[in-house]
Nanobody
Framework: QVQLVESGGGLVQPGGSLRLSCAAS????????IGWFRQAPGKEREGVSC????????SSSDSVKGRFTISRDNGKKTAYLQMNSLKPEDTAVYYC????????????????WGKGTLVTVSL
């Protein structure tokens, strides 16, 4: 079964950290570029971070640059999002997504999506 499953979300205080995982199955993981996206209540989904399929080059949005780190382990078919110095405005449902044979993560052209994991940053 082709799927992406996110885990690791939860409630964390401002300034805290979380690591999200995205486990892939049913497809050749190393052929896919992986992106993390998020959608806050009442807002549109936005890109957070992206890691390419071949070089492993990464990119992140300005709002999380320096705080979030994306990585991948092709042997484990898993991608990660390490989130540090979390802020209340990081509260959102976080989704991982995969796109084949591209080096970028276009929001409207990802091939596969997970169901998301909720991150809540609050006292």
């Amino acid at each position: 079964q082709v799927q992406l499953v996110e885990s690791g979300g939860g409630l964390v205080q401002p300034g805290g950290s979380l690591r999200l995982s995205c486990a892939a199955s049913g497809f050749t993981f190393e052929y896919y570029t992986i992106g993390w996206f998020r959608q806050a209540p009442g807002k549109e989904r936005e890109g957070v971070s992206c890691i390419s399929m071949r070089t492993g080059s990464t990119s992140s949005s300005d709002s999380v640059k320096g705080r979030f780190t994306i990585s991948r382990d092709n042997g484990k078919k898993t991608a990660y999002l390490q989130m540090n110095s979390l802020k209340p405005e990081d509260t959102a449902v976080y989704y991982c997504a995969a796109v084949r044979f591209k080096g970028i993560c276009p929001l409207d052209a990802m091939d596969l999506w997970g169901k998301g994991t909720l991150v809540t940053v609050s006292l």
